[in-house]
């Protein structure tokens, strides 16, 4: 059954590879309590002269930040994204073997958030996510941000999607979930939603999304092609 936005936590999937920020607020409750999430995502093409732009737009209280394409490793501590954003909790997993890629998790104080292990397969750039328990949702909820390669092979996204399936979803009672990020799979129409071509790993996904009731929020392109 397809999760509505109204009374449950929608999923999130962002199909972006680029600079623009998507911007969203979901409903994780029906009740009146607080009952929103807002957020930023967007693809950075590294984070290093940015900082002081993530200090800014930390500025709004949002509750999570998700930045794919960082371009950091081991040489880049996060003092140095603290200083920027001393409020946040950093979470985050760098590409290994070249510059580029990695996913970023930015969480405020109030989703009282904890690390979860990152689910990493060749050219799945690298996958931060957590598991928050907060005053906005009846039940634990995992926020995932996720950068997949475009050198990504279809037997590599296809275990990594197995991963996540077997540790996460495969469960009689599974968490909600929001995952952000960008998978460079731009051949989706998402009003219908369906593949437009039969490209494996496109319809590898929208498999993975139907079974479990995923739904896209973002069906507008977030660049010009």
Not at 109 to 122: F, K
């Amino acid at each position: 059954m397809e999760r509505t936005l109204s009374s449950r936590m929608v999923e999130l999937y962002q199909t972006s590879s680029n600079s623009y920020v998507t911007t969203a607020a979901v409903s994780t409750s029906s009740s009146a309590q607080r009952d929103l999430l807002t957020f930023k995502c967007f693809n950075a093409c590294s984070i290093k002269n940015k900082l002081h732009e993530l200090g800014i737009m930390a500025s709004a209280h949002l509750d999570f930040i998700a930045i794919t394409e960082m371009w950091l490793n081991d040489d880049f501590p996060n003092s140095v994204i603290s200083v920027h954003l001393p409020n946040y909790s950093i979470f985050r997993s760098d590409r290994i073997d070249r510059r580029a890629g990695g996913a970023l998790l930015l969480t405020s104080p109030s989703l009282h958030a904890e690390s979860l292990p990152n689910i990493n397969v060749t050219n799945i750039e690298r996958v931060g996510k957590i598991i928050t328990h907060n005053d906005v949702s009846e039940c634990p909820l995992i926020i995932a941000c996720v950068y997949r390669s475009p050198s990504c092979s279809f037997a590599d996204f296809k275990s990594w999607l197995n991963i996540v399936r077997q540790s996460f979803l495969s469960t009689h009672f599974p968490p909600k979930l929001i995952i952000v990020g960008d998978f460079n799979l731009p051949n989706f129409d998402w009003n219908i939603p369906c593949c437009t071509n039969l490209e494996q790993n496109h319809i590898l996904f929208l498999n993975f999304l139907n079974n479990y009731g995923l739904v896209q929020l973002n069906l507008e392109p977030t660049r010009e092609n």
